[in-house]
């Protein structure tokens, strides 16, 4: 069973495989804009709500018609009683034409929304809706006039009169068809779903499922008419497969494996309808395909080069972005981004932004340099702090323009599964491959690899950042990052890793803490709780324990790989007498989940990559609180690994456009006059602290309506889940120990998977006494030497 939430989305772990060991010899060829090269305007521009106090959103519905923009939105303050829905109206540049209540008959009145479709000529919204009116409640159809917000033509979709039905999942509206799925679970472990189609409001039948054991569903539904078939993507028994069904008769007419077609075969499944019936898809990196009707064939729409995307955002327990193509003509797109970002306990917001892209007469970059940025395609996606640089560069620079590397501009299909690890670790072969040479790309995003850090695949970026950008920076993070004395990379976003500790703990100015005095620290200060076993840790097992501590950089950066210290035998020998799991798939589910016996104390083990996970891990609002290094034989400071990185390519011609960018993205330009409130945490200083104001704002105001929704008795949160989440106002106090801390952090953490295996795999017979200590690093130093040597 899995220990983490699943998502009908990717994360990748990263496997490169061999650099082959030649000189870069520099790129040739044309690298400038050429004034007709495809290009599409963008305007990007956020649904804005009249959202009053106290009120609750519920679901929402967004759709285009007639150069139109449709918002429509349900709003109650106690959920199920008195409830408002508004409609919006905006132009194509995100003007607000209108907006109108909706007037219901006989009292209904749209509680939730499930799905919208607008008419072409932008008179009439089709909307599956639940409504809801002096006792009756049901799912409908209805029809909405743009112009006067009156409700007509209601169909009861599943004709059952005044019952309520909470067995409706969702609704989806495809043109003139509509899917309806069905919950059929009966409150056992097993969850079920079945599928009704409808056209033209009405009932065509049930989808054939008796086969098929379908427990859950990804986003959008594939109609294809020429063939007559709806396809469907789910998982069976944690397996992905791919249904197609006869929307004539409902019956099933296959079920294949996405790896099933081969590669001149089209698969539908990755494309969704549009508002109009178009099965289009979008991916990570922005491009956005159509399958052409009369050859069912995919055709490029709009490529990621011909317009600067905003790329798909990274994943998070507390943000989720999901991306759907609303609409998709020759000359025009309409993109919408529905995120959903979480500050606290009961604190969820949706913010849905709306991208047009308009296409262009001529190119209004011709000219410009060419710098091309290579980001791995089964990456987790890039930051919003990343993106917005990418962006704003890109719109405001005279003289350079950022296009993804053309040979690998291929993103995976947004809401889609992307391939096994096998198929990724070939990915990354072929791109390590790629380079270096004059194909070779200018910019490279996400590479930390040690067998990449070489003089032959990038540039030493000592020096690169102007001496009043660098001086913005925590030169103690960047300075961490170097490999055999070099800059190969420069971090972008962060993770931090360390003791989240009350300072009453520690000695004065103390950044670290020795094996010693931390054995002495849970014994004695914490009553036997260990910071590593907490309410939702994740980290209450040996591996854990010894991968927070152990320097693998160190250990494979020389000339001889020595995991031999007397850090590594002191991580090793406290797990073993420390931790009763060997490793994260050895704790039992229902222990990690076991909020009311798992202890929260003052001193937590914690990944932090945003200021609030600080903040929510604090066990005292009021108390005085540091980040320090794990422990250590000398009480070194905390550590991190960078999420995302950028290097320079040895072979570029552009050095001096590279230069320009990292300058541009770490003096924070894209953030002079906006609101930092993204989630990540990057070296820029003055950054950090804009970001870490806006994120107390936010956080404090949510859990100051969490305060008021418990003293009014609308929710009820037991303890132990108060304490797991640990929701708090965020001080200033707070803001300047978490800042003081990133001064502290002094090593970078290097991670790699095959030497976390190699580790668990040569430690797991000292646990069980059959091997030496010193075998164990005989064995891991010969292992992972080789494995070096082969990359």
């Not at 854990?544 to 494979?556: E, G, N, V, Y």
């Amino acid at each position: 069973m899995k220990k983490t939430r699943l998502i009908a989305f990717a994360t990748a772990v990263f496997m490169l495989l061999p650099v082959l060991a030649s000189c870069s010899p520099e790129k040739t060829g044309n690298n400038t804009v050429k004034e007709d090269d495809p290009w599409y305007d963008s305007t990007k521009f956020k649904i804005e709500k009249d959202i009053r106090q106290y009120e609750q959103l519920g679901n929402t519905g967004i759709c285009t018609g007639s150069d139109r923009v449709f918002s429509v939105y349900p709003l109650s303050k106690d959920h199920w009683g008195s409830c408002r829905t508004v409609l919006d109206t905006y132009d194509l540049e995100g003007n607000l034409l209108g907006r109108k209540e909706l007037s219901c008959p006989d009292d209904f009145r749209v509680q939730s929304i499930y799905s919208v479709s607008a008419d072409p000529d932008g008179k009439t919204v089709k909307a599956a809706v639940y409504l809801n009116s002096s006792g009756k409640q049901f799912q409908a159809f209805i029809d909405i006039d743009t112009e006067t917000g009156t409700v007509s033509n209601i169909k009861n979709i599943l004709n059952k009169g005044n019952t309520f039905y909470n067995d409706v999942y969702a609704i989806d509206i495809i043109g003139n068809y509509a899917v309806v799925t069905l919950n059929n679970s009966t409150g056992t472990a097993e969850v079920s779903f079945s599928l009704l189609l409808f056209k033209d409001s009405e009932l065509v039948g049930e989808l054939d499922t008796s086969t098929v054991n379908i427990n859950y569903f990804f986003e959008g539904f594939s109609l294809d008419l020429s063939s007559d078939s709806l396809y469907v993507t789910g998982y069976e028994y944690g397996d992905i497969v791919i249904l197609a069904f006869d929307i004539n008769s409902g019956k099933l007419k296959s079920k294949k494996s996405p790896g099933e077609s081969d590669d001149k075969t089209v698969d539908l499944s990755e494309y969704t309808a549009t508002d109009r019936g178009n099965l289009c898809k979008l991916d990570s990196l922005g491009n956005v395909m159509k399958i052409d009707a009369e050859t069912m064939t995919p055709v490029t729409m709009v490529d990621t080069n011909w317009y600067t995307p905003f790329f798909h955002p990274t994943r998070s327990s507390y943000l989720l972005t999901n991306s759907y193509i609303l609409s998709c003509t020759e000359t025009r797109t309409v993109i919408l981004d529905q995120v959903n970002v979480s500050y606290g306990i009961d604190d969820q917001n949706t913010y849905e932004y709306v991208t047009v892209l308009e296409k262009a007469e001529k190119n209004p970059h011709a000219g410009k340099e060419i710098i091309e940025i290579a980001v791995p395609v089964y990456s987790e996606g890039i930051s919003d702090y990343l993106a917005k640089a990418v962006y704003e560069f890109n719109k405001t620079d005279d003289r350079y323009l950022i296009r993804v590397w053309d040979k690998y501009k291929s993103g995976f299909t947004l809401g889609r599964m992307v391939p096994n690890a096998d198929e990724k670790e070939t990915e990354m072969y072929e791109m390590i491959q790629d380079l270096k040479g004059d194909e070779a790309p200018d910019l490279v995003i996400g590479i930390q690899q040690n067998y990449a850090m070489r003089d032959d695949v990038f540039m030493d970026l000592t020096d690169f950042l102007d001496p009043e950008v660098m001086d913005k920076q925590y030169a103690n993070i960047i300075e961490a990052g170097r490999y055999n004395g070099k800059l190969y990379f420069l971090p972008v976003t962060l993770e931090l890793e360390g003791l989240v500790i009350n300072t009453e703990l520690l000695k004065d100015g103390a950044e670290g803490i020795t094996f010693e005095d931390f054995d002495r620290m849970v014994k004695e200060e914490l009553n036997g709780f260990s910071p590593y076993d907490y309410p939702d840790s994740l980290y209450c097992d040996k591996l854990s324990f010894i991968l927070s501590c152990i320097d693998t950089k160190s250990a494979i950066e020389g000339e001889d790989v020595d995991f031999g210290t007397e850090q590594f035998r002191s991580a090793v020998e406290y797990a073993n007498e420390n931790f009763v799991y060997d490793d994260d798939d050895s704790v039992p589910v229902e222990y990690l989940y076991d909020s009311d016996s798992r202890h929260k104390g003052e001193c937590c083990y914690l990944k932090i990559t945003d200021y609030l996970e600080f903040v929510h891990i604090l066990n005292d609002q009021d108390g005085h609180y540091a980040i320090i290094g794990t422990p250590s034989v000398d009480a070194s400071g905390p550590r991190f690994t960078a999420l995302e990185t950028v290097s320079v390519s040895a072979a570029t011609d552009v050095k001096d456009g590279c230069r320009k960018f990292i300058n541009y993205l770490f003096s924070g330009s894209a953030y002079d006059h906006d609101v930092c409130e993204f989630r990540n945490l990057v070296t820029n200083r003055d950054i950090m602290n804009r970001n870490i104001e806006t994120l107390t704002l936010r956080n404090n105001e949510a859990f100051e309506l969490y305060l008021g929704s418990k003293e009014s008795g609308m929710i009820r949160v037991p303890p132990s889940v108060e304490r797991a989440y640990g929701d708090k106002y965020a001080t200033d106090d707070m803001r300047g120990s978490f800042l003081s801390s990133m001064s502290t952090v002094s090593t970078y953490y290097y991670g790699d998977p095959k030497i976390t295996r190699f580790v668990m795999e040569e430690v797991a017979p000292y646990y069980a006494g059959d091997r030496s200590l010193d075998d164990v690093v005989r064995y891991l130093n010969d292992r992972t030497t080789k494995y070096i040597r082969e990359m």
